[in-house]
């Protein structure tokens, strides 16, 4: 469609062509746009040249597309975020709604193929164009812009009027840094910013330097949503307010620092992991929010099917061996081991953990920092714990061959071990651990189960639908079709509840193996992740797919999710 609009007759011509306007009337409209800026559509209609709805209709005939009244038109909020309203302005467009993957923008300017391309790259959507007019379309965006602008404003005044109080602040070792960096605003923007997310229920804020602009986004639900653009000129001091408050050196601008910050909400105190680096454009800051009131440790509640819940609670209770989760970045790892531990945190056992960092303080728990900088590795860790007389050992993530072998050795004298490693599922964190260099035998007697696990985003039950599939789609997401008519599928709408995303809240995928007697042979013959997975399903466990389509006909999650997540 771009392609074609290119090479489309000019609107001047197109009006003139259609006996709207004379040529001495383009000529005094194209005069008027050129002093004072303004697009001539604008410029015609604030003249009283033409009627706007004049020069909709005649678009939408030339190029076949819907024209629409803007003035009868309400947009959502959550529709305008997809487009900055820097972009909006510039490219003289307004998002009017969403509909699965395909975003409707309004144009005055239909045959503009490289906005569209534009709106394509920096939405990640696909745009269908419609046609509005001129005058209107700046009025609505201006109106609309302001509006969300405002709405920040009240947002930040309302978060301001709370009681929020950094619990730890640093020393400022760089007054002129320091001065610019307590400025009120500045303070006021950054409480702003961490209350809102908090609120929000955000796991990740990320503030980003460009050359032209400064953004920032929240990580909700697993996906990233665009909430900010401060004034650039704020980009030195919002960066030094961050840093004093995690502790960090505000005249270092070349290397990546890792710090923390504990804010006191009323009576919660929240801690956030803080991680900046140097990008070309200034200093990139992503801040972790580890907020204990929303860390659920029940296991029974994060989705495990019947057997798998079983088979885990009967590995850790066992008194030595192994259990370790797999998973990507993010997947949840930690908290399944924190909910592990404190199913056996009991005032019987010495519970030792090494982790990198400690993401939460849990009462009855050693929990040890690594720090590979002074020679605190998770290898020199987990060699102290042994002469620390401990039950329970847990050790955040096993990276190499010194690791692996303390850990199997621990395992193997009585101790139960608790790890992560990040391989795609499972079966094939047994061929990893072996292709580290543990012996095969080693890691058939040591291991008692593997849980490979993935977050996905739950449908929002304030807008859910059932909804179908054509054949073909179901093929493209690995599905048998006899099966396929089976099962029920959902989606979310999208409502004022979920932000128009259509999901709310995450869930779990998990594949839990449980190291049967089978199993350990064929791990002492080097059975091959195939031979190994293929024992494990006919032994009854669910793979990763299996457990993401019984959620999708249960209704938790969408099947994109599942296919976005999981292989066949």
């Not at 002074?374 to 042994?386: D, I, N, P």
């Not at 099947?559 to 976005?564: F, H, M, P, R, S």
Request: proline share 4%; glycine share 8%; charged share 30%.
């Amino acid at each position: 469609m771009a392609t074609a609009a290119k090479t489309a007759p000019r609107l001047g011509d197109l009006l003139v062509k259609e006996g709207l306007i004379s040529p001495d009337q383009l000529n005094e409209a194209l005069s008027e746009g050129r002093s004072t800026g303004m697009r001539l559509g604008y410029c015609l209609v604030k003249m009283g040249m033409v009627q706007e709805v004049e020069i909709t209709k005649m678009l939408a005939r030339q190029f076949r597309l819907p024209a629409v009244d803007l003035s009868r038109f309400e947009v959502n909020e959550a529709i305008l975020k997809l487009v900055p309203s820097d972009v909006a302005v510039k490219h003289h467009v307004l998002p009017l709604k969403r509909e699965g993957r395909t975003l409707t923008v309004a144009m005055a300017d239909p045959k503009d193929g490289a906005t569209i391309d534009d709106l394509k790259f920096i939405t990640r959507y696909d745009i269908f164009p419609v046609i509005a007019g001129d005058y209107t379309l700046k009025n609505q965006i201006e109106k609309y812009y302001e509006q969300t602008e405002a709405q920040l404003e009240n947002i930040l005044k309302d978060i301001e009027e709370e009681d929020v109080e950094v619990v730890e602040d640093a020393d400022d070792d760089d007054q002129g840094a320091g001065d610019l960096a307590d400025d009120a605003p500045v303070v006021k923007l950054i409480n702003g910013i961490l209350t809102d997310a908090v609120k929000r229920g955000v796991s990740d804020i990320h503030i980003e330097p460009f050359e032209h602009e400064y953004r920032v986004r929240y990580r909700l639900d697993g996906a990233l949503m665009e909430v900010m653009q401060p004034p650039v000129k704020l980009k030195a001091a919002i960066t030094s307010r961050v840093k004093i408050m995690s502790s960090l050196n505000i005249a270092e601008r070349r290397v990546p620092q890792d710090g923390r910050i504990k804010l006191k909400m009323g009576k919660k105190v929240i801690d956030f992991r803080v991680s900046t680096l140097p990008v070309i454009f200034g200093e990139k800051i992503v801040m972790r929010i580890l907020d204990k009131g929303n860390l659920t440790l029940d296991l029974k509640t994060f989705g495990f099917a019947p057997k798998a819940e079983k088979d885990l609670l009967r590995a850790i209770a066992n008194p030595f061996g192994m259990c370790l989760v797999t998973g990507p970045t993010g997947s949840g790892k930690t908290t399944t081991l924190y909910s592990c531990l404190s199913q056996v945190n009991n005032i019987d056992v010495n519970i030792m953990t090494a982790e990198d960092p400690v993401e939460y303080n849990i009462h009855g728990i050693n929990q040890v920092l690594v720090r590979n900088e002074v020679g605190m590795t998770f290898a020199a860790a987990l060699k102290a714990f042994l002469r620390q007389d401990p039950n329970i050992i847990m050790v955040g993530e096993i990276r190499d061959i010194e690791t692996g072998g303390i850990a199997i050795k621990a395992a193997l004298t009585g101790h139960m071990v608790l790890s992560t490693l990040h391989t795609n599922d499972a079966p094939s964190t047994i061929t990893r651990m072996i292709d580290m260099g543990i012996e095969p035998f080693n890691v058939s007697s040591a291991v008692n189960i593997i849980v490979a696990q993935r977050l996905i985003r739950r449908i929002c039950k304030s807008c859910k639908v059932e909804r179908t599939y054509e054949d073909d789609e179901l093929l493209a997401a690995g599905l048998d079709l006899e099966e396929a008519r089976k099962m029920k599928f959902y989606k979310g709408e999208g409502c004022d509840e979920c932000g128009n995303s259509g999901y709310k809240g995450r869930a779990g995928l998990y594949e839990v193996m449980d190291i049967s007697p089978k199993i350990r042979q064929m791990i002492l013959r080097g059975a091959s992740t195939d031979e190994l997975s293929e024992l494990a399903v006919e032994e009854g466990m669910l793979t990763l797919r299996m457990d993401g389509l019984n959620k999708v006909n249960d209704g938790i999650t969408s099947l994109e999710e599942v296919a976005k997540e999981t292989a066949e």
